[in-house]
């Protein structure tokens, strides 16, 4: 059988005795420290989604951001649904990508015009990858000016025939 | 106080937030020392997680020093120097009590699948992250481990994920003494997998990635052979060749869900989002593995659905086993392979960034610019 000398530590954990994590469940099952009671209730500071698949609320849980605006309206009915199904998770998807709109929405209302360059971190790009990345947002913003002027002709085309017809 | 402020897929921006304060009697408010990127926050960062909210901060990987306790604690005191596992748990639930930490089921509401954890989204119970000044620890007494007083700081925090996770990894996977163990992956996970395969006996290590420098890396570091699956015609076929015609004995998916070297996956997974995340390695694991051989999963996946070969797992006869790690279990083992020098984790740190420019480190972390293998973010108060 191979013995590998030069790898410092090799065959220590062959036992699978030595794993920590052998077997896969623990038994006979116990609390982690001997006494250790279920946590008490801990008390919603904000609006708490719980999935359907739960008795209730949990003890414990995270109240980093609540679900607000159109975004909140859509994981809320997103909550409707078990995490079996397909649509939960397909309407929490759809909520997110509205939530960046809103986030934006939410910036400027607030007087912050949100710097997209340096939240991408492209700073690092061009320091890294200068053509890459100097490329990379010529074929960006040559596509939106490109979809501006093609946006605006078509708007002007319009009032062209919308006036051919009044005549 | 500063904190990485999540705008949107691929955005963020690091600005002022509320402290956090105690809301359950058993919390702790940690001051955060170190907070690393891992490979996992790439999928929020790219969108990919489900419930991912505008203005969360992430981060579940990260130390600090205990500043403020609930009036429960008993296990920890201000200034006790803390590292924090990823996992959220209770620790006397049905699950914690058999040890599956990561499947506790009284810290997520959002999700009965999915145990709590940091800064990974509501769908882990809507937590915020250490990727920040402070951070909020609930379950103070269940969680957070005080370090061995000689332990580096950067030892430590690779501890509250990755090397557990890379661990738990080779441990899933089965090994027996002289095994051939496929490891998919070069990054952290499949760093620290590759090299406790060793330590559970096996005779051939062999890691599959498709960037060079991250293979030249595990190469020196862990010893093991390295293919880069861009060289190859067909990696399935590559490694039944390295292995008798038969294929490993296991294979390990250390990539998850945004996996190179499928255009389809990539482009139904990745971009379109049909399926939850390009489930690439997991397909060649399956298909390279030989019959009778074990997979073991710590790649994380999107929760809809994805396409992978169940039926030639059926056939072959085998054995998929899989899990977040439970960190807390796998501790006490860790710390004593670190401290008689058998891992050093520390090594895989390419990039020490301050927190403020988190920006430009998640862009380079995730387009594996300037050699990046492991990012960690230091908060303002610790940049000398």
Redesign the interface.
Known sequence: ??I?S?????????NPA?????P????P?????PG?????Q??P?NE????N??AG?????????A?RGL?GIM?RA?FRYS?GD?RH??I??A???V??V???IDDLRHGHV???F????????LR??PVRGVLKLAVTFGGLALAAFALTRQTRKRTYFQRLLKH | MLALNY???????VSQKPEPSI????DAIVRVTRACICGSDLHLYH?LV????????FGHEFTGIVEEVGR?VSSLKPGDSVLVPFN?F?????F??????GNC?????????LG?AFGYS??A????GGQAEYVRV??A??GPTKLPPDMDLDDAVLLTDALPTGY?AA??AG????DTVVVFGAGPIGIFAAK?A????A??VIVVDGVDYRLEFVRRYA?VETVNFHEIDDITVHLKKLCDGLGPDACIDAVGAEADGSWFHRITGVFL?IQAGAPTALQWAINSVRKGGTISIVGVY????NMVPIGNAMNKGLTL?MNQA?V???L??LIE?IQ????DPKQIITHRVPLEEA??????FS?K??GCIKTILIPPSLQH
Not at chain 1, 18 to 22: H, I, K, L, N
Not at chain 1, 24 to 27: I, L, M, N, S, V
Request: glycine letters at 10%; proline letters at 7%.
């Open positions: 059988m191979a590998h030069d790898v410092e530590g090799w065959g220590v954990d062959k030595d794993r920590p994590a052998v896969k469940e623990r038994t099952p116990r609390a982690i420290t250790l009671k279920r946590p008490t801990q008390r500071r708490v989604l719980v999935s698949e739960h609320i949990t003890r414990v849980f995270g109240t980093a951001v679900p975004s994981r997103a995490e397909l998770w397909l929490l998807l909520a997110d990508r939530d960046v809103e986030g934006v949100p710097n997209f340096k939240e991408m971190g492209w700073k690092a790009e890294h990858r | 705008r949107g897929p691929s955005r963020l921006r809301e359950h009697p058993n969108g489900p419930d991912t909210r505008v203005g969360m901060t429960t959220v209770c620790g006397t639930c049905f914690c009590q058999r040890e599956l930490y089921h009284d810290t997520n509401p959002y999700a009965t699948a709590g509501a769908t119970g809507n937590y915020d609930p379950l007494d269940v738990q441990e899933m090994i027996k003494e002289g406790s060793w330590l559970m006996g005779g051939r010893k989002k999107g929760p809809t659905l086993r439970s807390k279990r796998h006490p083992k392979h008689a020098g058998r891992i920006a430009e480190a998640y862009h380079i387009n610019l300037d």
